[in-house]
């Protein structure tokens, strides 16, 4: 390509004219939003939003006979944004263009009306702050539809886009010979404006570094406005830099006020360096250990349950401040989290600390002002002492049960383990001694501490939570008191004897060592030996019993049809504990038998069910073959009969309720009835006589022989 000298025109010369300078980047705030809106509008490009519908004069209205006066032939961009007019003129995109251009659209019935209204608005906002911001960022948009429309778009390509002639062909070879493809070069162009000029530094140059390389076509140079940016982010690098030695070296010499303002500086000027806030609030914590400090510069920390509560001192004059809560392990301020980005009251919870670890926190000060000082640091963060979150046990409830007491807990989800320990006052201990104090194994939930002596007792339940070394950490204790009563023995033993009458029963039990033995009949639920029943027993007739030596009997006569339980119980004050219990079953004896034979091997037959057995048997013999078949009650329906295989031999069938296996039955003694035996087949028919034909056939047959 020709290098011109100035004042030599390129037609005169003969030589191609030079690429124009592309821009590197769009130059904008939020333009991947404006963008967006533009692509939502239907719109290609920005230059499709300015150029707004003209309105149509009145007689156009009525008559539609005035004919258009130019003819568009598209804008140029090269040196300026510029619009054809009527009459061949061009019209500069300047501030009053737009704004004209944003009543147009205000004015239009186009159903977008309003929404490329509110774009041109932002449009306006733009060329009123740089003047060239427009031809700019219609320009960029070009090139980029220019180049992903292919890898060498030609003329026609730019025209299409609304380009005029006399600049598309040189636009599309620029664009051609270095334009950025889709990519993050492109994403991070686009997107520098939003982090930069800021505090988001080191954000900044990650972008920096993924920027778009120097125009590869000669005479090309670089974007001036972009050259200001990157400028602009290394300046600031070198000073966090500086700030960040002299904060390191003032920490060494044990300077800490030193220390903390540098760090304070660096990370003013970049919030998002990990480095400057692990500095600042290693400085910080140190300067909170240090005795001097003044305690109204202190920030409390309490824990509550399974949050932390924070408060501190408000500054003189707290207008416009709000205030930023860190979370960071004990000597481990890299890892800092936040917890509270912007609290107006000098107060903070945490409801997600971690459990069983040493933190602090840090309290840092934020202007609240408006422009671009806003959310800036005001002053070095308040931390506070070590903070070790341990949750105690909640629901800590105490129930006495025979022999002992029985204490149930809600422990924390994150406690590891659970320790028990129990203290006794008194002489009433048993043995214990003077506030003796007793390590009980238990559940994680819960304990039963049986066999216990009476007298009172105190227990005290600690949740241990595993620290970062692995070790437990234990918190405070949950205390609960209660007292141990004295209980009855339970009955050991039921023996059950029936008399030869088949309807009495008499039952006998040894007396308890502590207490006295009843024997109840029990209506409710079966329950375990050891129960306390003493709320059952007041309102239940006991049996009458005698005593027979060392045994207490009981005479009982089941009514027939009939289950009843009878439960020992042993009492001994307002204390009753259960005992062993009997079930005595008297089934109805086999009413309504009748069998009827169905087949040569078959046979049917019909019963009222004995209640209140579960089971029957059914058995049948001739003498020399037999066989037997259970029924259940849920598969006996009344009026239904009952399937038998018999044999063809007249038979005995005999039903016979049968007994829970736990239970003392009463035998009603079976029912039997007798099925006949099968009839005999009748005798195979006759042969028919011979015929005539036959015997004459037969005859010449034997002649014939």
Same mark, same amino acid.
């Given at each position: ?73 598209? @804008? ?102 270095? @334009? ?134 408000? *500054? ?11 979370? @960071? ?21 945490? *409801? ?115 620290? *970062? ?237």
């Amino acid at each position: 390509m020709a290098v011109l000298r100035p004042g030599e025109h390129p037609k005169a010369s003969g030589a191609r004219p030079p690429l124009p300078a592309l821009p590197r980047c769009p130059g904008l705030r939020g333009y991947l939003q404006l963008h967006q809106a533009i692509r939502e509008l239907r719109f290609r490009h920005a230059a499709d939003a300015l150029r707004a519908p003209e309105p149509a004069p009145a007689h156009d209205a009525v008559f539609r006979t005035l004919p258009k006066a130019t003819t568009d032939d598209g @804008f140029r961009v090269l040196d300026g944004l510029w619009f054809p007019g009527r009459g061949g003129i061009w019209h500069r995109v300047d501030l009053p263009y737009v704004r004209r251009a944003r009543g147009r659209w205000l004015s239009s019935s186009d159903p977008r009306a309003d929404s490329a209204a509110a774009v041109v608005d932002t449009l306006e906002t733009l060329v009123r702050d740089d003047a060239q911001g427009l031809r700019r960022l219609v320009l960029w948009e070009v090139c980029c539809l220019l180049r992903d429309g292919g890898e060498r778009p030609g003329e026609s390509d730019a025209v299409a886009l609304g380009v005029h002639r006399s600049e598309a062909g040189l636009l599309a070879s620029a664009v051609a010979a270095g @334009f950025p493809a889709t990519g993050p070069a492109r994403h991070a162009a686009e997107t520098l404006n939003d982090v930069w000029p800021g505090v988001r530094l080191r954000e900044a140059e990650r972008l920096a570094a993924r920027l778009p390389r120097a125009s590869e076509y000669a005479d090309g140079p670089d974007d001036h406005r972009l050259t200001a940016l990157v400028d602009g982010i290394r300046a600031r690098s070198a000073e966090v830099r500086r700030l960040t030695a002299d904060g390191a070296a003032a920490e060494a010499t044990g300077a800490l006020r030193t220390a903390a303002g540098a760090w304070l500086g660096a990370l003013r000027l970049a919030r998002d360096d990990p480095a400057a806030q692990t500095g600042l609030l290693r400085v910080a914590a140190l300067l909170a250990d240090d005795p001097r400090t003044p305690t109204d510069a202190a920030v409390t920390a309490v824990p509550d349950d399974r949050a932390v509560r924070l408060s501190w001192c408000a *500054p003189a004059r707290p207008a416009g401040v709000a205030y930023r809560v860190l979370r @960071f392990p004990d000597g481990a301020p890299e890892l800092a989290v936040e917890t509270s980005a912007g609290e107006p009251r000098p107060a903070s919870v945490d *409801p997600d600390a971690p459990v069983g670890r040493p933190v602090r926190y840090a309290v840092v000060p934020l202007h609240q002002g408006p422009g671009r000082n806003r959310d800036r640091i005001a002053g070095v963060p308040r931390v506070t002492a070590p903070v070790l979150l341990t949750p105690v046990a909640t629901e800590l409830r105490c129930t006495v049960v025979p022999g002992g007491l029985r204490l149930r807990w809600r422990p924390d989800p994150t406690a590891a383990e659970v320790r028990v320990t129990r203290s006794g006052t008194g002489a009433d201990t048993g043995g214990w001694g003077e506030s003796s104090l007793v390590r009980i194994p238990c559940e994680h939930d819960r304990v039963l501490d049986a066999p216990l002596a009476p007298g009172t007792y105190t227990y005290e339940v600690r949740c241990g939570y595993r620290d *970062p070394d692995g070790d437990l950490v234990w918190s405070r204790g949950v205390t609960v008191t209660a007292r141990a009563e004295q209980w009855p023995s339970p009955v050991e033993e039921l023996s059950v004897r029936r008399h030869t009458d088949g309807e009495r029963v008499t039952i006998a039990w040894r007396p308890p060592e502590r207490g006295d033995g009843l024997l109840l009949p029990w209506t409710t639920a079966p329950v375990a030996p050891g129960t306390d029943v003493s709320d059952v027993v007041g309102g239940v007739d006991r049996i009458p019993a005698t005593a027979v030596g060392a045994e207490s009997h009981a005479e009982l006569t089941p009514e027939p049809e009939q289950r009843m339980r009878v439960t020992a119980v042993s009492v001994l004050g307002g204390r009753a504990v259960s005992g062993p219990s009997l079930v005595i079953e008297h089934p109805a004896a086999i009413r309504g038998l009748r069998v009827r034979r169905v087949g040569t091997d078959r046979a049917e037959l019909r019963f009222d069910w004995p209640e209140p057995a579960v089971l029957v048997c059914v058995a049948w013999t001739d003498g020399r073959r037999g066989g037997e078949r259970r029924v259940a009650r849920s598969a006996h329906r009344a009026g239904l009969p009952v399937d038998l295989a018999v044999s063809a031999d007249e038979c005995v069938i005999t039903v016979t309720p049968l007994p829970r296996p736990d239970a003392v039955s009463i035998d009603p003694g079976p029912a039997r009835a007798t099925l006949s035996a099968a009839p005999l087949p009748p005798p195979p028919p006759a042969p028919p006589p011979p015929s005539l034909w036959g015997t004459w056939w037969r005859r010449w047959r034997r002649w014939w022989a």
